[in-house]
């Protein structure tokens, strides 16, 4: 016997005999909740995107230079989902010089890129989207720590690359229940009013 839940629908026969399912929700998401937070890979760097060079790298960064948020400061948007087991489905936006661009992923010459558009993340989602990712923990073991697998790439992750002297962000397939260090972030806050690391 399996201990997995099973989802029991109630059902009505109409009068034409055909079957009618009660309460079923549609694969739509809605947006539930926005946390404000800094992204800081394996070595404490944070995430920092400058879109002026069509770049997102992780960096070294002074307490003065985090205060001014230039890129740095990230709104995570959380959405409910009709499909938990997934993880929890989010997307990312950053505010760089009063303008809005938010995180999605386009495949370019037979790879998978991570941009950053300029524009907002809508509330709602009607269907799949480029622009959400499943939050996991990233081990078991490691609550504080996450990984975010990208929604229409089962095994992508969000990671970063050593390319020169910067750490790039990057979208990277790694097998499954592999630990790599590159995919792992933790959620920061930059202000004192908010809890930290959700």
């Known amino acids: 016997m399996s201990d997995e839940e099973i989802l029991v629908l ?3 026969l109409g009068k034409d005999f055909c079957l009618y399912f009660d309460e079923l929700e549609c694969d739509a998401l ?4 926005i946390l404000h937070r800094v992204l800081r890979n394996v070595h404490s760097q944070l995430l920092v995107v400058r879109p002026d060079l069509n770049l997102a790298a992780f960096e070294d960064v002074t307490d003065q230079e985090m205060q001014s948020g230039k890129g740095m400061h990230f709104s995570i948007h959380y959405y409910k989902t009709t499909t938990p087991l997934a993880g929890m489905p989010v997307a990312f936006s950053v505010q760089v010089e009063n303008k809005s661009y938010y995180m999605c992923c386009e495949r370019e010459g037979g790879e998978m890129i991570v941009r950053f558009k300029e524009g907002e993340v809508p509330k709602e989602i009607p269907g799949e989207s480029n622009i ?3 939050k996991k923990t990233f081990t078991p073991y490691s609550s504080m720590a996450f990984k975010f697998e990208y929604s229409l790439e ?4 969000l990671a970063f690359e050593q390319e020169g002297c910067l750490r790039k962000l990057i979208l990277k397939k790694v097998p499954k229940d592999e630990v790599d260090e590159t995919m792992k972030m933790s959620l920061s806050t930059f202000t004192q009013n908010e809890n930290h690391n959700l």
Do not use: L, Q, S, T
Not at 154 to 157: P, V
């Open 10 to 12: 109630a059902v009505e």
């Open 30 to 33: 809605c947006k539930e909740k």
């Open 132 to 134: 959400i990712f499943f």
């Open 154 to 157: 089962r095994g992508m992750f």
